[in-house]
């Protein structure tokens, strides 16, 4: 069964710095995978997504996320944050071929220092 | 563009209620998965529909029930309402082509259910 692990439960950070959140995923096959960003109280808003071709991937709102296969990671970064990207954000796995549901990691809860 | 749906979108209930969730799919989208996210935790997988029919089944209790309609909108029916069930639950849905890469889940903003 396929399984995500985001070790940094809270990442805090100062407005202006890098950020890089970390995912590991444990699945059999090439993997389905996304980031997701949770304000509080509210949905989750697809970031980005790699099912295949270029290892990095560029999201919305300035990030990007690159997929290693030996290394079974898929790390979210952006180079510069802004005081609107504290919130809490997933990483997840799904399967290729059909509706499938997605596995969450536990989240990484960023903080943005003024 | 258009989102998925989710209403009500708070919820207040005693415990041994029902409750109905329900979602509208982005259109043209015909598969609806729902997750429950309790306080602190990651998103946990219940049930999906695809073209109506259930597709995949995860942890959903067997006091819940769910089912997708001719429209594709769903229903998430929750009985004999326990304190655990407060949570946030949320409806995302795809084009479920089953082709690669195409099955991108999109979320609603979910209904906050509140057992008292």
């Known amino acids: 069964a396929q399984s995500v692990t985001q070790p940094d439960i809270h990442i805090t950070v100062s407005e202006g710095a890098s950020l890089e959140l970390r995912c590991n995923y444990s699945y059999g096959a090439t993997p389905y995978l996304f980031w997701y960003v949770q304000s509080p109280g509210q949905g989750l808003q697809l970031l980005l997504k790699?099912?295949?071709?270029?290892?990095l991937v560029q999201g919305i709102k300035g990030f990007e996320a690159e997929f290693k296969r030996s290394q079974s990671s898929f790390n979210l970064r952006k180079p510069s944050v802004h005081w609107s990207d504290a919130a809490e954000y997933f990483c997840a796995v799904g399967q290729i071929q059909g509706a499938q549901k997605l596995v969450f990691g536990q989240g990484t809860r960023l903080t943005i220092n003024p | 563009a258009a989102g998925v749906i989710q209403s009500p979108r708070h919820l207040i209930k005693e415990k041994r209620e029902t409750a109905t969730l329900k979602c509208y799919p982005i259109?043209?989208?015909?598969?609806v998965y729902w997750y429950q996210q309790g306080p602190g935790q990651d998103p946990q997988f219940l049930i999906s529909f695809y073209e109506k029919m259930q597709s995949d089944k995860g942890s959903i209790p067997d006091r819940f029930s769910a089912q997708q309609f001719s429209d594709y909108h769903s229903e998430l029916n929750m009985s004999s309402l326990e304190l655990g069930d407060s949570a946030l639950y949320f409806c995302?849905?795809?084009?479920?082509?089953?082709?690669?890469?195409?099955?991108?889940?999109?979320f609603g903003p979910g209904t906050r259910l509140t057992v008292l």
């Open positions: 995302a849905s795809s084009l479920g082509t089953r082709l690669w890469g195409t099955d991108t889940q999109y």
């Open positions: 259109p043209r989208h015909d598969t």
């Open positions: 790699y099912f295949s071709g270029d290892t």
